[in-house]
Structure formats: structure tokens, C-alpha cells
């Protein structure tokens, strides 16, 4: 993670996600809402994981907009 990026800025910038840290050192997010079988068959996932911050949000941008118009906000 960047010495810019915290937990609190990327939890602040995706609230729908709880994000942390493993004890391999990679971070994850899971969504706080579970998805339906139609949700995961468009490309939806309930967790993702990444190497550092710049993967993950990148991975949530997309996991975003994808739910676009699938997931009640």
C-alpha cells in the first residue's frame, strides 16, 4: 500500500466493501451484501484479494461497475 493509501481511505472510498489485510500480506475485500446467483454469474464477486493497493482498486472500480444496474444501492 502507498504511504498515501490507508484502510480508511479505501474503506471510505468504497463503503460497500470491508477491506483488510491477511497474514500473507495481501489485501482483500468482501462485499457487505450477499450476492445472488445471477449477481456471480454476471462476473460479480463476493471477495477479492490483491498484492498491493493499486490492484485492489482497480479490482473494485470494475467489481463497481459491473454491479452498476445489478445491485440495489
Keep these: 500500500m502507498s504511504p498515501t493509501t490507508t484502510f480508511q ?3 471510505a472510498s ?5 477491506i483488510w489485510r491477511s497474514s500473507a500480506d495481501r ?4 462485499r457487505n451484501q450477499r450476492l445472488t446467483d445471477a449477481q ?5 464477486s463476493h471477495t ?8 485492489l482498486v482497480a479490482q473494485l472500480r470494475n467489481q463497481e461497475e ?3 444496474g445489478l445491485l440495489p444501492r
Design 9 to 11: 481511505d479505501l474503506q
Design 14 to 18: 468504497f463503503p460497500h466493501w470491508t
Design 27 to 30: 489485501l482483500w475485500a468482501t
Design 40 to 44: 456471480l454469474s454476471h462476473g460479480l
Design 48 to 55: 477479492i484479494d490483491a498484492d498491493d493497493a493499486d490492484q
Design 66 to 68: 459491473l454491479a452498476a
